[in-house]
């Protein structure tokens, strides 16, 4: 059974960088000429595209993970590996992508065509003939490829709505969608029968055309997370306008001001910016209650009735105008994307008394060589960690001589340099 999926998991990761080749030129009887070993492909990106087309999340329910390709190895010949393909994904417009584990907000994807990178693929090792120099006539070492970005995101959709219906379960809003537009709801007379938002087109004139958003049932609570209501709060977020609508005939004989009462006191509660939002207090069933009783209730707002169609023409129009002025008031929205410039530099952490690790992308590339055992590896190795200023950094971490330093997988034993 498929439905509705407003909040997911998502696991990325970038393909892999290609490895580098050590190759040499073979001319005639010379069996090591020059170096001819190419470079390695970059791993494919992860991208995240908003897409009018997706309508949920459900594509990530019970399939969260995604891979781009790996980037292949370079040949000889001086023959490049080819670039892994990269992965586009795409999600529903008002996407929310965050940290799992933080709740750090990466980017919101709000409009169609707006798009984040995911995960990075990993850089493509240097072939060996990218490393030949005066000093180094024959290289006999080429870099591996970087592993490409991980990471856990949480995915949160939010409707782009220009009105959103408000108000307790049973009051009558899925049936008001189902008149208003062509969405065709579940109904039935019974709390809790929408189990997740409703969308629909609503066309007032020639140019008035809006979108109506049904939010399943609040109750009492539901900023805390009582009922379902609590669920999908967030979808109000980015509606214009909000249209409480008040049972006029309740079941359960919670009068009109009080209903109003706890609508706005859930909607504060969640978010207190909600309440300066132009709204519409709607009486609803207006069909079940006589002129006599509507006067002892008090209620002297707009009243309809989804059933008769009594002040629906009329509350439409009220909706276009609202969101005529809202649409004026506030230019639309842009999606935000959080960049995520790369890190630099290189800095040590102290993993034991006698055992330090340094992190950063350039120390790690420096010793990501196919062979760490050649003189030539070697001394590359100490040239550019050298130019990276990292016997400084150990010295200020407090390393003595003896001491073991980590690079990613390779280790060396420490000596302070003269």
């Given at each position: 059974?498929t ?14 960088g ?6 040499f ?21 992860i ?5 009018h ?8 329910r ?15 010949k ?11 994904i ?8 965050k940290?799992?584990?933080?709740g750090?907000?990466?980017?919101e ?9 995911a995960a ?5 090792g ?9 000093r ?21 959709m ?14 009558g809003?899925?049936?008001?969608i ?6 065709k ?9 929408t189990?997740a ?35 999908f ?14 049972d006029?005939?309740?079941d359960?004989?919670?009068?009109a001001?009080?209903?109003q ?12 910016d909600?309440?300066?939002?132009p ?9 079940l209650v ?26 439409l129009g ?19 994307v ?20 340094l992190?950063?992308r ?7 060589l ?12 100490d ?36």
């Amino acid at each position: 059974m498929t439905g509705f999926v407003d909040e997911s998991q998502l696991n990325v990761r970038g393909g892999d960088g290609g490895a580098g080749c050590v190759s040499f030129r073979r001319e005639g009887p010379v069996v090591h000429g020059g170096p001819n070993g190419g470079d390695g492909g970059r791993g494919g990106d992860i991208w995240l595209v908003a897409d009018h087309n997706v309508a949920s999340l459900l594509a990530f329910r019970d399939h969260p993970h995604r891979r781009a390709e790996n980037g292949t190895h370079g040949k000889g010949k001086d023959l490049h590996g080819k670039r892994g393909a990269s992965l586009e994904i795409s999600v529903p417009e008002g996407t929310i992508v965050k940290d799992l584990y933080t709740g750090q907000v990466y980017a919101e994807l709000l409009g169609h065509g707006d798009r984040w990178l995911a995960a990075a693929g990993g850089r493509g090792g240097r072939g060996n003939a990218r490393f030949l120099s005066n000093r180094r006539r024959a290289p006999t070492f080429a870099e591996q490829g970087e592993i490409g970005e991980e990471r856990w995101l949480k995915l949160e959709m939010q409707l782009m709505a220009d009105v959103a219906l408000v108000g307790f379960p049973n009051v009558g809003k899925s049936t008001l969608i189902s008149v208003i537009s062509a969405a065709k709801p579940k109904i039935a007379n019974y709390p809790f029968t929408t189990l997740a938002p409703n969308l629909g087109v609503v066309r007032y004139d020639d140019d008035a055309e809006f979108v109506v958003a049904d939010i399943p049932g609040l109750i009492e609570g539901a900023s805390e997370g009582r009922g379902l209501g609590h669920r999908f709060l967030r979808h109000i977020e980015r509606s214009r306008v909000l249209c409480l609508l008040i049972d006029l005939a309740p079941d359960d004989g919670i009068s009109a001001a009080e209903q109003q009462s706890v609508l706005l006191r859930e909607l504060g509660e969640y978010r207190p910016d909600l309440l300066e939002r132009p709204r519409l207090v709607v009486g609803t069933k207006a069909d079940l209650v006589t002129p006599e009783r509507l006067h002892e209730l008090g209620f002297d707002g707009p009243v309809i009735s989804a059933v008769t169609g009594q002040g629906v023409r009329a509350l439409l129009g009220m909706f276009a105008e609202q969101v005529a002025v809202a649409r004026a008031a506030l230019p639309d929205e842009a999606g935000v994307v959080v960049l995520r410039p790369e890190v630099g530099g290189s800095k040590v952490e102290r993993i034991a008394d006698n055992e330090y690790r340094l992190i950063g992308r350039e120390a790690e590339r420096a010793v990501a060589l196919n062979d760490v055992t050649t003189a030539d590896a070697l001394a590359y190795i100490d040239q550019r960690l050298e130019r990276l200023g990292v016997n400084r950094l150990l010295q200020r971490a407090g390393a003595r001589d003896g001491d073991i330093v980590w690079i990613g997988e390779f280790s060396f034993e420490y000596r302070a340099d003269d």
